[in-house]
């Protein structure tokens, strides 16, 4: 079994700033592109950003500069910092991971619980 734990939500003024961490855990063999979702009531959930295990990176063009993804391999975490955030910015934030479980196993993609970030004065 996988697991996917995140922390570091919460409530923040515009202009501040959160760190959201996501630790894997379980089975696990390899650990391919990890990434950041977000969904806001009302809407689909979106990536918001997405790192390969060899440390390439995507952001979408609305936290471009603001945010960066970041990950540790050997505590198969990823991290997101999150800089001058906007109340457009407020959602749940969901972690997601390209996990093969055995050396010759497919990968399979797991996602966290999701963690509030709320954005206001």
């Known amino acids: 079994q996988v697991q996917l734990v995140e922390s570091g939500g919460g409530l923040v003024q515009p202009g501040g700033s959160l760190r959201l961490s996501c630790a894997a855990s379980?089975?696990?063999?390899?650990?391919?592109?990890m990434a950041w979702y977000r969904q806001a009531p009302g809407t689909q959930r979106a990536l918001v950003a997405a790192?390969?295990?060899?440390?390439?990176?995507n952001y979408a063009d609305s936290v471009k500069g603001r945010f960066t993804i970041s990950r540790d391999n050997a505590k198969n975490t990823v991290y997101l910092q999150m800089n001058s955030l906007k109340p457009e910015d407020t959602a749940v934030y969901y972690c997601?991971?390209?996990?093969?479980?055995?050396?010759?196993?497919?990968?399979?993609?797991?996602w966290g619980q999701g963690t509030q970030v709320t954005v206001s004065s």
């Open positions: 379980g089975s696990i063999f390899n650990i391919n592109t």
């Open positions: 790192i390969t295990s060899g440390g390439s990176t």
């Open positions: 997601n991971a390209a996990i093969v479980t055995r050396m010759t196993g497919p990968q399979f993609r797991y």
